[in-house]
């Protein structure tokens, strides 16, 4: 194609012309959807055109859309109009004869009541129901105008069941003559809950021909609720107050025949939610109620002649076929479902009371440590509740277990475990055993706890099993120190069974450290128990307590994957044995020191060499320490410098061969030798005293050696201690000076200083952190 214009120019223009196509279509494309918008709305009064070009002319802004508004309008109306009603009922009947009360009357009420028809073919929805409303408000006034009118001497109540019935048919058939009214059947629903309890109520019936009236009136909603879910709540309620009054009577039969009556009225609603829950698919609730329902009657039955404590076992039993029910496919899946949560509510608070029963029996061992090996525990507590809470323990225990089973789920099983245990280990000391027995028994039902959360291969089972084997061992253990018999028994069985359960190579191995931790403290408490015997001093316990720790030390390597927990266990024995011989000096110096030979000797292995090098060193020096407080040694430095001086040299060497080698290591034990014990006894002597000046001086001059000689060669450990060391001597000695200043001052100063710090810090925050972050960068760099 030739054209005139050179290509490029050409090119732009077609490109320009695209883009105004482009932007017309748009155009007209928005300008078609508002179009179509419009003519498929309702007409609500003239049309707004827009301007050409200008799209759709935007509508103007309202507070509240028309339905709202015109809702509020005619619920304004309607309440003044019932109000207006109302006040001529009361205030200005008396002045009209009879014939002009009865013309009134019934003019209004037909007028209001025929008014929705006219309304409803107009299609004017809301204004119908606001004269429906009102219309049905006077069906009601005429029935309290006949009442005071023409039977004044009729009983009340009665009358109003009898005029409750009569408007809810009323409703209902207005209700039904115009099915596009919304309010006449819930208005004729609400009406129906009130005749059959007011007319038994008006026959002074007792609490059962109430709750069997409301729970009539309830039937009567679930046969309606099938037609209108409006019924379905209402229906609910009264079949509740039904069954709670049901129960009531239940609870309170002094007899078993007394019982019956309130179980079949009880029985009557468990029927009633059964089959509202079979028609419906989502009244889960409706079966699990019936379920307890069922529970309380028969077990209502049976409780009148049995102990409070087999009472609940008898509903328990009850309960048990309602479990057994999510096993029958036959039923509906609301049904099973919800009786066999019925019974497992009951399983569980069957299981609540056994526990709390049991809670005082496994609390009242701790006052064994009242008085260690006094041998003071009783052969049996006259005030247990006897046999029937481990029975059911065990039996709420035993449907968890098959609960969990039938569904594949872990909680149940978690149950079972915690509730087979509280019934298995507190049932010889319920049944007053004797107390040998009672130790035998509970230390075997600690041992199967433990045995099975070594093998238990479902996490919840097996958490629940090493809980209950934790708190079983703890309340045996603390039983046993009623006498050296039972300690030494019990603590070397519970010993023997956490080692084996610690070496059970297929069990989890949370429960191997567990068990690993347990035997290590059941060992030491023996060690512990065998010195007490032989009534040694308590701070010479600590002797046979170290045994422990070296052992753990000798065998470490052998311990696998328990290495670590069993030696943790071991520091923390060790650490006893420490603060047991703390009341003695000498003896306290012996045991740091064999703590430290322990240490050494386990860090003669290369993965064990840092942590327990530091530690032989530390108690090494500790134990020197102390030997040296108890032997009343004054000047610490003519034992200390002999120490550091070959220290700093073997360090030196150690640098020349490893420069790589940090300065912590080769320098940090041989002046920490030297620094640490001096400014200790610095600090210990009162400040600025004559006598004790040269200490401070000496330390602050070799201090501050020390940090110029680490600042010249650039080592951290020197820098470091150094610093540390002569800013503790200089504020130990100018603390008495400060004070004094600081008292001397005004009390306003102090505060006043502080804040123009913060001020200061705060406007420069920043780079102070820059500064600190370079700081810190510039320490990290040292050797």
Not at 420 to 430: H, I, M, N, S, V
Request: proline letters at 7%; hydrophobic letters at 60%; glycine letters at 10%.
């Amino acid at each position: 194609m030739n054209t005139p214009l050179p290509p490029v120019e050409e090119l732009a223009l077609i490109d320009r012309e695209l883009a105004q196509l482009d932007a017309r279509r748009l155009y007209l494309l928005g300008r078609r959807d508002w179009l179509v918008r419009l003519l498929h709305q309702p007409s609500t009064g003239p049309a707004v055109w827009a301007a050409p070009g200008r799209g759709p002319a935007p509508a103007p802004a309202t507070e509240a859309s028309a339905p709202s508004a015109q809702n509020v309008l005619l619920a304004l109306g309607a309440v003044l109009l019932a109000v207006a009603a109302l006040a001529f009922t009361l205030l200005s009947w008396g002045s009209l004869g009879i014939t002009g009360r009865s013309a009134v009357l019934a003019g209004v009420t037909a007028a209001a009541l025929g008014a929705p028809v006219p309304l409803l073919r107009r299609g004017l929805g809301s204004t119908a129901e606001s004269v429906a409303a009102v219309g049905l408000l006077l069906t009601v006034l005429d029935a309290y105008a006949l009442y005071a009118v023409g039977m004044p001497g009729t009983d009340g109540t009665s009358y109003t069941a009898g005029a409750a019935g009569v408007l809810a048919a009323v409703w209902a058939g207005y209700g039904l003559a115009l099915p596009k009214l919304r309010i006449a059947l819930p208005a004729a629903v609400l009406a129906a809950q009130f005749p059959l309890p007011l007319a038994a109520l008006a026959a002074q019936g007792g609490p059962l021909e109430t709750g069997w009236a409301l729970l009539a009136t309830a039937a009567l909603d679930a046969a309606l609720a099938l037609r209108a879910r409006a019924a379905a709540v209402p229906g609910a309620l009264l079949a509740t107050a039904a069954l709670l009054v049901g129960a009531a009577d239940s609870w309170s039969a002094a007899t078993a025949a007394d019982a019956v009556a309130p179980a079949g009225l009880l029985l009557a609603g468990a029927a009633l939610g059964t089959a509202a829950a079979w028609r419906e698919p989502r009244a889960l609730a409706a079966a699990l109620v019936g379920g307890l329902a069922v529970v309380v009657a028969l077990g209502g039955v049976a409780r009148p002649s049995l102990d409070p404590a087999w009472a609940v076992v008898a509903h328990l039993l009850v309960a048990l076929p309602l479990l057994a029910a999510v096993r029958v496919h036959a039923l509906p899946a609301a049904v099973r479902r919800g009786l066999a949560r019925a019974g497992a509510v009951v399983a569980a608070l069957a299981a609540l009371a056994g526990w709390s029963a049991v809670a005082p029996t496994l609390l009242t061992r701790i006052r064994v440590l009242d008085e260690v090996w006094a041998a003071t525990s009783p052969a049996g507590d006259p005030f247990v509740p006897g046999a029937a809470v481990p029975v059911t323990l065990l039996i709420a225990a035993g449907a968890a277990w098959w609960l969990s089973r039938t569904l594949s789920r872990p909680e149940p099983a978690v149950a079972a475990v915690a509730s087979a245990w509280a019934g298995l280990f507190t049932a010889p000391e319920l049944l007053g055993l004797p107390v040998a027995a009672v130790f035998a028994a509970q230390t075997a039902v600690t041992g199967a706890a433990g045995v099975l959360a070594l093998r238990s291969r479902g996490r919840g089972a097996g958490i629940a099993a090493a809980a209950c084997a934790s708190a079983g061992g703890v309340i045996v253990s603390v039983a046993a120190l009623d006498g050296r018999a039972a300690t030494f028994a019990v603590w070397g069985l519970l010993a023997a069974g956490c080692a084996a359960g610690a070496a059970y190579g297929p069990a989890p191995r949370p429960v191997r450290s567990g068990a690993t931790v347990c035997a290590v403290a059941y060992a030491t408490g023996l060690l512990a128990a065998a010195a007490a015997v032989t009534d040694l001093a308590v701070a010479w316990w600590a002797l046979p307590v170290l045994v422990v720790p070296a052992v753990v030390a000798a065998v470490g390597p052998r311990l696998g994957s328990v290495r670590v927990p069993s030696e943790i266990a071991a520091a923390v024995a060790g650490a006893a044995a420490v603060a047991t011989a703390a009341g003695r000096a000498g003896t306290l110096a012996l045991v740091l020191a064999l703590a430290g030979v322990i240490c050494a000797g386990a860090a003669v292995r290369a993965d064990r060499r840092v942590p327990a090098g530091w530690a032989a060193g530390a108690l090494f020096v500790a134990a020197t320490w102390v030997r040296l407080a108890d032997s009343g040694v004054v000047v610490q430095e003519a034992y200390t410098l002999p120490v550091t001086v070959p220290a700093l040299v073997v360090g030196l060497l150690r640098r020349r061969t490893d420069p790589c080698a940090s300065s912590w290591t080769a320098y940090g034990p041989g002046l920490a030798a030297t620094l640490l014990p001096s400014l200790l006894a610095t600090l210990g002597a009162s400040p600025a005293g004559e006598a004790q000046w040269l200490r401070p001086l000496l330390l602050g001059l070799a201090a501050l050696a020390v940090t110029l000689v680490g600042a010249r060669h650039r080592l951290q450990a020197p820098l470091l201690l150094g610093g540390a060391v002569l800013a503790a001597v200089a504020l130990h000695e100018l603390a008495p000076y400060v004070v004094q200043v600081a008292g001397a001052l005004p009390r306003w100063v102090p505060p006043a200083l502080a804040g123009l710090l913060l001020l200061a810090v705060g406007a420069t925050y920043e780079k102070r952190l820059r500064d600190a972050r370079r700081l810190r960068d510039a320490i990290g760099r040292l050797g």
